[in-house]
């Protein structure tokens, strides 16, 4: 799986914390780049994709259901796609980017534990940073 993450993939992920990152210091939302809890992120991402077109909402079904399913590497992933779609308004782009950095959360723990797939997906992310 992980010779799958393409370098596109992998940048569009650093683009979408960058964002986060920068709306927080310029006040917009009052987000911080913090990480979020799974509650929190749930949260903005309902509001976010409230009205999200219908493909949209299937891409984010997916990453849901992956995380709902602890299955944190797909997750990531999977919200990692979402982030990078052009057609997400910057609210949209923001709170897949929060839910990322709590996914990114868990992934550091289970890397902690020992958990080689995430060890291995964390470690080429902040490869291609």
């Known amino acids: ?10 940048r569009a992920v650093a683009i979408a914390a960058l964002l986060v990152a920068a709306s927080s210091l310029a006040g917009c939302g009052g987000s911080s780049g913090a ?12 509001k976010a994709f409230a009205n999200a077109s219908p493909d949209v909402k299937a891409a984010l079904g997916e990453a849901e259901a992956a995380m709902k399913a602890e299955e944190d ?4 992933m999977q919200l990692n796609a979402l982030s990078a779609r052009p057609d997400l308004t910057a609210e949209q ?10 996914v990114s959360k868990k992934l ?6 020992g958990d080689r797939e ?4 964390l470690e080429s992310y902040r490869a291609s940073k």
């Open 118 to 121: 995430a060890a291995a997906l």
């Open 108 to 113: 550091d723990e289970a890397a902690a534990k």
């Open 93 to 102: 782009r923001g709170a897949a980017a929060q839910s990322m950095l709590s």
């Open 35 to 46: 990480p979020k809890t799974p509650e929190q992120a749930r949260t903005e991402r309902d």
């Open 1 to 10: 799986m992980m010779d799958r993450i393409s370098g596109t993939a992998l």
């Open 73 to 76: 590497a797909k997750a990531f």
